[in-house]
């Protein structure tokens, strides 16, 4: 049965009603399987779904004490700016097929951004290389080498369950690639808050910016439509 485009009144009134669900019709899948800008959004869209699963474990540690609060504000940290740094790479190779986009200039702002820019190089990358994706026993070396604790803490836990263990050393090893030694540096935690508070910032734009690009694209032609989930 062929339907007609919805209108955005008629989308809103069924995401307001709760689970909701995008489908795509058959003739417009076929339209789309060779469509450039539909493997850059869904490239686009594995990222989000990334950044989203590593913020609901990350956001609710935030304040809260205890090793298991700060291993996943950490390693929420390192996937969140590794992610980020993917995704605007990714960006960068989606501007042939997207610039026209109305929703592509938010993109375009941030890759001019040279506050961006320098995030990017000074900490999306090391998190990227050094402190996520790759395990690099050269540079855990080199932070050992360069310590000289009264002291050193290797592992945080609570109680016997080995569930709540921290390896506090490692990501205290992988964080000096942003901000120097922790036992040599008395403004660590505070340029640690900034670079966690820059990140954060960047993903809430780069998160918002890919829905509505996602949107536009998806939406911008009759063979998609919303629909309840109760309806599937």
């Known amino acids: 049965m062929k339907r007609s ?3 955005n009144a008629q989308a809103n009134k069924i995401m307001s009603s709760g689970e909701w ?6 003739k417009r899948f076929r339209t789309l399987r060779a469509d450039p800008e539909f493997h850059h959004i869904l490239a686009l869209a594995r990222i989000i779904n990334s950044i989203r699963f590593a913020n609901a474990v990350m956001l609710p540690a935030f304040g809260e004490p205890g090793p298991d609060a700060r291993r996943q504000c950490i390693c929420g940290l390192f996937f969140v700016g590794a992610l980020l740094y993917e995704g605007m ?8 097929s997207c610039r026209e986009r109305r929703s592509w200039q938010p993109f375009v702002k941030l890759l001019r951004d040279p506050t961006v820019a320098a ?13 996520t994706f790759h395990s690099d026993e050269a540079a855990f070396a080199e932070y ?16 016997v369950e080995s569930a709540h263990n921290y390896y506090e050393l ?12 922790k036992e040599s540096n008395p403004d660590y935690e505070r ?42």
Do not use: C
Not at 89 to 96: D, H, I, N, P, Y
């Open 5 to 7: 485009k919805q209108s």
């Open 21 to 26: 669900e995008l489908m795509i019709s058959r």
């Open 89 to 96: 790479m990714l960006v960068e190779r989606m501007g042939k």
């Open 119 to 131: 995030l990017r190089k000074m900490h999306l990358s090391p998190l990227r290389k050094h402190a």
């Open 144 to 159: 050992v080498n360069g310590l000289d604790a009264q002291n050193t803490r290797f592992v945080w836990g609570n109680g």
């Open 170 to 181: 490692a990501d205290t090893a992988a964080i000096s690639t942003l901000v120097g030694l």
């Open 191 to 232: 340029k640690l808050g900034e670079i966690i508070g820059a990140v954060a910032s960047l993903a809430r734009e780069f998160i918002g910016s890919s829905d509505k690009l996602i949107a536009e694209i998806l939406r911008g032609k009759p063979g998609t439509y919303f629909r309840t989930t109760r309806s599937a």
